[in-house]
């Protein structure tokens, strides 16, 4: 398995493309300017299969209009809980972090706890917000985690649909469950491991 990290849109927000046998998946997309990682899938003779949104924020789903413009025959894929996210602006935070009312309308795949998506497991964390997920990959020994783990902190809990408890207990949930040399791809620092963060977090009184 090889991963290539993306940094797309205002934020910026790290996307990850994955691929194996030159089929790709893309894990979130933040932005609407995609010449880079198009530019990449060409040269390297991709074929991208797959988009997986770890939550619905803004930030992490503003290319994907963009994204089914280039390459529309591209499966969606986002948690089940995070539904709403992809036509109301107010949850998505289009709104607030862009001024513009965002709405996909198109067709997507909803994920649960359990799941597999080319064997990434998918792993249920709430907090950041309702529906957030991780995505586990056992063979590589990584994990893409969106906002909910950085590199020394954890994500907003602030924000419409979080919730502080259920965040800490998702944290609680990476750190006890997955193994200690794990790396932590996440979308706003760099890389991490989880047995590093299990020591920041337990430092910090949060698990």
Not at 6 to 33: I, Q, R, Y
Not at 105 to 112: A, P, R, W
Not at 164 to 191: I, Q, W
């Amino acid at each position: 398995m090889n991963i290539k990290e993306f940094k797309l849109g205002m934020m910026p927000t790290n996307s990850f493309l994955v691929w194996k046998d030159k089929e790709a998946v893309l894990f979130d997309c933040g932005g609407a300017n995609l010449s880079g990682l198009e530019t990449f899938i060409e040269e390297n003779n991709l074929t991208l299969k797959k988009v997986v949104f770890t939550h619905g924020h803004y930030d992490h789903i503003a290319g994907l209009l963009k994204l089914k413009e280039i390459y529309p025959d591209i499966e969606v894929y986002i948690g089940k809980e995070e539904e709403e996210f992809l036509t109301n602006s107010a949850l998505s935070l289009s709104d607030y972090l862009a001024k513009i009312d965002f709405k996909y309308e198109d067709s997507y795949k909803t994920v649960k706890d359990g799941d597999t998506i080319d064997e990434f497991v998918v792993i249920d964390t709430p907090g950041h917000t309702r529906g957030g997920k991780c995505f586990f990959h056992k063979e590589s020994g990584i994990v893409i985690v969106g906002d909910t783990m950085f590199k020394g902190s954890y994500g907003r809990y602030d924000l419409p649909t979080s919730d502080g408890k259920s965040l800490f207990a998702s944290l609680k949930k990476l750190c006890d469950t997955l193994p200690a040399e794990t790396r932590v791809y996440n979308g706003h620092s760099g890389m991490t491991t989880i047995g590093e963060e299990k020591n920041n977090l337990t430092r910090n009184g949060i698990i």
